[in-house]
């Protein structure tokens, strides 16, 4: 089992940048790929951005150009750096963990934190 907690939610203003982080803890050896999931007023989940054990990374069209994200394997940590912050941004966001190579919106990977929320006040 992994265990995910995500922090660094806060409300910000538009055009602002902000920092969410995700610890993992539990089976993390088990762990290929990390991602980045948020639902705003969609009742479905939108994949914002995943990244492999390798490095490799994608994103959302959505996010694209505004959005990075990192992750530090000695640390069990995954980092999404956000600039240039849009009302349309406000979601809650979660944190995601699976086996598979590369986390991507056709599967639901198979561990989930309990999501911090991001406000964009315009």
């Known amino acids: 089992q992994v265990h995910l907690v995500e922090s660094g939610g806060d409300l910000v203003q538009a055009g602002e940048s902000l920092t969410l982080s995700c610890a993992a803890s539990g089976a993390v050896p088990s762990i290929n790929s990390m991602a980045w999931f948020r639902q705003g007023t969609s009742p479905q989940r939108e994949l914002v951005a995943s990244?492999?054990?390798?490095?490799?990374?994608q994103y959302a069209g959505s996010v694209r150009g505004r959005v990075t994200i990192s992750r530090n394997k000695e640390k069990n940590t995954v980092i999404l750096h956000m600039t240039s912050l849009k009302s349309e941004d406000t979601a809650v966001y979660y944190c995601?963990?699976?086996?598979?190579?590369?986390?991507?919106?056709?599967?639901?990977?198979?561990?989930w934190g309990q999501g911090t929320q991001v406000t964009v006040s315009s």
């Open positions: 990244i492999s054990n390798s490095g490799e990374a």
């Open positions: 995601a963990a699976d086996r598979s190579l590369l986390i991507t919106d056709a599967v639901p990977p198979s561990y």
